[in-house]
């Protein structure tokens, strides 16, 4: 153990945290039932943060002033600016946390339609206001629409479509991303 380092207490974590993940089977109908369902408030558990957004830039080799020019970011922004292709990954829960209680599914797996497996087919982000260092975002997804059976070459399946509201601690409305996803069972599996 390193310097200051505790053990974590001992805890059972129970069998839900795979489940989480799992996909929700059902009807057409009963997906038709949870339009307009909405999830949960999630916050992301640490605040938007320069290290992480210069971290990202470093990767993609981006010089923009506004992710690396502090004072240039506060006069501009208020604050380091975040990469818009950071949005989603500010929210991303860790995969283990000791209290075991696992990560909230996303509104899109727990709608019961058939198919097996799923691709992501769309993704439209709107940025409203400035996302900045120190900025704690919350995010609520809402089940949008399904589509009627559709058949692609992928497979047969459903068109599902979401809207995610990410807000700041303000409450102020920061980005809304609409994302659609086809929910199927690939073709030649029975």
């Known amino acids: 153990m390193g310097f200051g380092a505790e053990p974590a207490p001992a805890r059972h974590v129970s069998g839900d945290q795979e489940l989480s993940y799992q996909l929700a ?11 307009g369902a909405k999830s949960e408030p999630r916050t992301a558990k640490t ?5 992480r957004i210069q971290l990202f830039a470093a990767m993609v080799r981006d ?6 020019d502090a004072e ?13 292709a950071l949005l989603m990954g500010w929210l991303i829960p860790p995969p283990w946390e000791p209290t075991g209680r696992p990560p909230a599914a ?20 709107e940025f409203l206001r400035p996302i900045v260092e120190g900025d704690v975002l919350t995010a609520v997804e809402e089940l949008v629409s399904v589509s009627p059976e559709k058949r692609t070459r992928l497979g047969v399946g459903h068109f599902v479509e979401t809207l995610e ?3 700041r601690q303000d409450g102020a409305v920061v980005a809304t991303c609409r994302n659609t996803l086809f929910r199927f069972t690939p073709s030649g599996a029975s």
């Open 63 to 68: 010089g923009n002033r506004s992710y690396w």
């Open 106 to 125: 996303s509104v899109v797996l727990r709608v019961p339609l058939p198919g097996t497996t799923f691709i992501n087919s769309a993704n439209d982000v």
């Open 47 to 51: 605040p938007v943060s320069g290290a």
């Open 25 to 35: 089977f059902g009807s057409y109908e009963d997906a038709l039932r949870m339009v």
């Open 72 to 84: 240039f970011a506060r006069e501009r922004w208020g604050g380091l600016l975040a990469p818009p």
């Open 165 to 167: 509201t990410y807000t």
